[in-house]
């Protein structure tokens, strides 16, 4: 007899076997990721959504704290074809649902097919399809998760390296990877760490070269402080984004958003340059798009497989933005000299960024 249920989108429920007990709800997806499950787990831009590996096993080389991205599991529930008891007891500690023993190649076809879906998941002792079904029906679609911000941002306020000798980077936190934190670090950037909904003020405070919008999750369009931000100081002071602070940069000046049929989330998405013509080999980690980057905005990297933008650039304006995660963790390091490149938009004179 199964003791876990998990409930899809439309009725049907899949019997599955409990590794976590729980009950949770949220947006289905799935990652092609083979390695780096410690570094997805906690990764905030999983936050509201179970996340699916279609590698078959999970946890075959333990569970290390420091490849940790943030300090939590994210995700909602987690949905595998084997588990290992690392991952599993790990899980059940940080009161995360986990399920396995299940077809997770016809969960990636349902998900390629009919796109993200809503879902439900209950496990354990207790567990029964009724109850997974009534996660199913109380679960929200990504939009309708206005304040994410809030679930996945610093509160108050840090500062990374503070003695360090490079740029002052104001990093808008909307669900920031700790591994771009310190890519920005070592290059001897004083990386300021703000939170989501930070204030036109709490840049100025902080004396900073450049404004960086961080990876998060959920619709762009609900980081309407983030957005303001970039609206704010545009013009004045170098821009950068990677993941949802592309979306959110483009936001702001004119762009719009669409959400995607089912993502790009895997290690080895595709990238071409259109000025030198390189393909690189990107990791990735997003449900929404950038649809028309508006006038300000010129598109100078795509991808491979459905042409997508990857990369937005004003040189005059100084905006550089990424959708793609060049500090990968996982994935392959071809695009890490993107933090070289916002760091030089500081300029040695720098230009007067005022609050009116």
């Known amino acids: 007899m199964s003791d876990a249920y998990v409930a899809l989108e439309g009725g049907r429920v899949v019997e599955a076997r409990s590794r976590a007990p729980g ?8 990652t092609t990721a083979y390695t780096g499950y410690e570094e997805s787990l906690t990764d905030p831009s999983y936050e509201e959504q179970i996340l699916t590996f279609s590698y078959p096993l999970i946890g075959n080389y333990g569970v290390r704290a420091e490849r940790f991205e943030s300090d939590r599991v994210h995700p909602r529930a987690v949905v595998a074809r084997e588990l290992t008891d690392d991952v599993a007891d790990w899980l059940t500690h940080e009161g995360v649902p986990a399920v396995d023993n299940i077809d997770t190649r016809d969960l990636v076809i349902t998900i390629r097919e009919g796109g993200a879906i809503k879902c439900g998941i209950s496990a354990g002792p207790d567990a029964s399809p009724e109850k997974a079904l009534e996660a199913l029906d109380e679960c929200k679609g990504m939009s309708e998760h206005t304040n994410i911000g809030a679930q996945v941002s610093v509160t108050e306020p840090k500062v990374v390296n503070a003695d360090g000798d490079g740029p002052s980077v104001a ?9 771009i934190i310190d890519s920005l670090a070592e290059r001897d ?19 900073a070269d450049i404004l960086f919008i961080s990876n998060g999750p959920g619709d762009p369009a609900n980081f309407t402080d983030a957005q303001a931000l970039v609206s704010e100081f545009v013009g004045d002071l170098p821009i950068a984004g990677i993941c949802l602070g592309q979306q959110v940069v483009a936001g702001a000046l004119g762009g719009t958003t669409e959400k995607m049929a089912f993502g790009h989330r895997g290690v080895n998405q595709p990238v071409l340059d259109l000025e030198t013509k390189q393909v690189v080999m990107t ?35 100084d905006i550089l933005t990424r959708q793609y995660h060049p500090e990968a963790h996982p994935g392959p390091l ?8 916002v760091l030089a938009m500081a300029k040695s004179t720098r230009r007067l960024v005022t609050c009116d």
């Not at 009950?23 to 997806?29: P, S």
């Not at 449900?287 to 100078?300: E, H, I, N, Q, S």
């Not at 459905?306 to 005059?316: A, K, Q, S």
């Open 283 to 317: 990791t990735q980690n997003h449900g929404y798009t950038v649809a028309d980057p508006g006038d300000k905005l010129d598109v100078t990297q795509i991808n491979v497989n459905d042409d997508t933008p990857e990369g937005l650039e004003n040189e005059e304006l």
């Open 334 to 341: 071809d695009t890490l000299g993107f933090f070289d490149d």
């Open 23 to 30: 009950q949770a709800r949220g947006e289905l997806v799935f």
């Open 189 to 207: 950037a004083v990386v300021h760490v703000l939170p989501h909904d930070a204030t036109p003020e709490d840049v100025t405070a902080v004396d």
């Open 171 to 179: 990093l808008v936190d909307c669900g920031a990877k700790g591994s």
